[in-house]
């Protein structure tokens, strides 16, 4: 017999036992705090609507139960004293009574729906449900985005054990096991082994709810060792599943299979390429420079030299009396932070002006000519206008000062609130030559204002992957450089990403500035080094 069957029979075993799971489906996961408090207080009304009908249900049971005891007393009575009960005339009243008005109200009662409520606010409220698909295969590659960037351990996850994070609920073994089942999926072996062996080892410990059991666990468990080219292994933990249920015919077949390669030496089946090519994939990533920066580590960042600090308003009338205190945190390219442009107060009331606004972040998808929703850029954004409310026009105004450029060509403020795990992908803000931003009528974007609107609990940095360096997001304060040389060239040192937020959410504003209106504020220059 040849082996390829017995492949054939234990992954068709393992996709009847997924098939309830679904496939996974790499979604866009809630992706800001706005929406996610939301649905937090849906839940509290869900909640409030709950308790009442159980309240109502609870008062009616009680009613039914004292007529039911009342009934049955009645009948303990005839059936102890037989038909000469009935000569009695009060017990033919009771009979009567209870038909006329107990047993009919019962009737009447029992139609009565409590559940009318709570159901209609379930219904009305459908729309804004997080879904399977998107929602919760989405949160949980959010999950494993986390982990993969920040390096952390399927055990530290579960137990909520992450420095800055505020507490959570514990993890129960059902749920490693999703996340597991869900990794297995999305082809994540060594990430699903982790979360797989977690859930074997909560089922040990009695920190489950009863809804999987270690043979499915270790059925999983097994076929990934062997994927991972580690046959005795699988063969072990099937010879397990064999001591736990012996007639598993599943089982049996998956022995001599697994047996067979034992012997034979394992082969590189394209399961197990696969599998190599994640693990080398995985690792280059936690290893790689996002990755690394994300987790403030510049160890392999070129020395900068002495960076200095200024204050910087002489020039400006609107600065005067509060000069920008300016620090600069890179040579090459030129990286500024403005510390504390915005109060805390401008803040707050840009994020109540953009809450209503925020949409998911749209990017232009070249081969269908129409703007997407974009997995890679998991945030919410709205813009802002000068004229939509006093502090816009000022924050643009103090934008103006602090960077001596014009601002009339500027693009509106837009406001990005980044959720669970949000991120953006390594991009550059100037647009490539011939692209529509390097045709546009203001010219291309000369620089970027990006100013944080929130603290982040942990995570969230602004990491420039060619320059190797990041910023942290503080309150008020705002990073800016130049993303054109003097000649006018794209300056591809620029380069940066958002890392996703690991605790709290994000919030920020970008201000985009054009090359029009520069001339004089910005020399020119042709070498291309400037
Ligand atoms: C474990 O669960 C599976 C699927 O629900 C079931 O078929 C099997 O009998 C269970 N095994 C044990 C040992 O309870
Ligand atoms: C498998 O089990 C055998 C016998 O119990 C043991 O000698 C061997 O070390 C185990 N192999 C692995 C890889 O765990
Ligand atoms: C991730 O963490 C593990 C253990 O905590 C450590 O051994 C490993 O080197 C870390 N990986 C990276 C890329 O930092």
């Not at 816009?392 to 980044?418: K, S």
Request: glycine share 6%.
């Amino acid at each position: 017999m040849g082996t390829r069957r017995w492949f054939v029979i234990l992954l068709l075993s393992l996709f009847h036992s997924l098939y309830r799971r679904r496939f996974f489906v790499e979604g866009d996961s809630f992706a800001s705090i706005a929406q996610m408090e939301q649905i937090v207080n849906l839940e509290m009304t869900l909640s409030e609507s709950l308790e009442r009908f159980v309240e109502l249900e609870k008062s009616r049971l009680d009613k039914v139960k004292q007529f039911s005891t009342s009934v049955k007393e009645a009948m303990n009575q005839v059936k102890i004293e037989g038909p000469k009960s009935l000569e009695n005339p009060a017990t033919s009243y009771a009979v009567i009574k209870r038909f006329a008005n107990g047993w009919t109200e019962l009737g009447n009662f029992l139609e009565k729906d409590y559940s009318n409520d709570l159901r209609n606010l379930l219904q009305s409220n459908k729309w804004q449900f997080p879904t399977h698909n998107e929602d919760l295969l989405g949160a949980m590659a959010a999950l494993f985005r986390l982990q993969d960037t920040y390096n952390i351990s399927a055990v530290d996850m579960a137990d909520n054990n992450i420095i800055g994070c505020g507490a959570a609920p514990k993890l129960l073994a059902e749920d490693c096991f999703d996340l597991g089942t869900v990794a297995y999926q999305a082809g994540r072996y060594t990430q699903a082994r982790e979360w797989l062996s977690l859930a074997e080892t909560f089922i040990h410990k009695g920190r489950h709810d009863g809804a999987v059991n270690r043979t499915e666990v270790v059925e999983y468990l097994a076929w990934i060792e062997y994927v991972k080219g580690n046959p005795e292994r699988a063969l072990n933990l099937t010879l397990e599943i064999l001591q736990l249920v012996p007639h598993n015919k599943q089982a049996k077949e998956n022995v001599m299979h697994y047996r067979e390669m034992v012997e034979q030496g394992t082969r590189d089946t394209h399961d197990q390429i696969k599998a190599k090519e994640e693990e080398i994939n995985t690792n280059t990533f936690k290893s790689g420079k996002y990755a690394t920066l994300c987790r403030g580590d510049t160890s392999q960042s070129t020395p900068q030299g002495d960076l200095n600090c200024w204050y910087h308003g002489q020039k400006s009338p609107l600065l005067l009396l509060r000069p920008i205190k300016v620090e600069m945190v890179w040579r090459k390219p030129e990286l500024l932070i403005f510390r504390d442009l915005l109060s805390t107060k401008e803040a707050e009331r840009i994020k109540e002006l953009a809450t209503p606004k925020l949409q998911r972040a749209t990017v232009f998808n070249r081969q269908t000519g129409k703007l997407e929703n974009a997995d890679y850029r998991v945030s919410k954004s709205a813009w802002l206008e000068s004229w939509d409310d006093e502090v816009i026009a000022t924050v643009n105004r103090r934008i103006g000062a602090a960077t001596g450029l014009e601002m009339d060509t500027a693009e509106p403020l837009q406001i990005a609130n980044y959720g669970m795990a949000g991120q953006y992908e390594f991009h550059h803000d100037f647009g490539d030559p011939g692209s529509p931003l390097d045709l546009s009528p203001n010219g291309n974007r000369i620089a970027t204002v990006l100013i944080y609107l929130n603290d982040v609990s942990r995570g969230g940095y602004t990491v420039f992957t060619r320059a190797k360096t990041y910023v942290s997001p503080t309150m008020g304060d705002a990073a800016f450089w130049y993303n054109l040389k003097r000649s006018g060239e794209g300056d591809y040192e620029t380069e940066h990403a958002a890392c996703p937020v690991l605790c709290g959410n994000k919030w920020v504003a970008n201000k985009w500035l054009h090359i029009r209106g520069q001339e004089f504020r910005r020399k020119c220059s042709l070498n291309p080094k400037e």
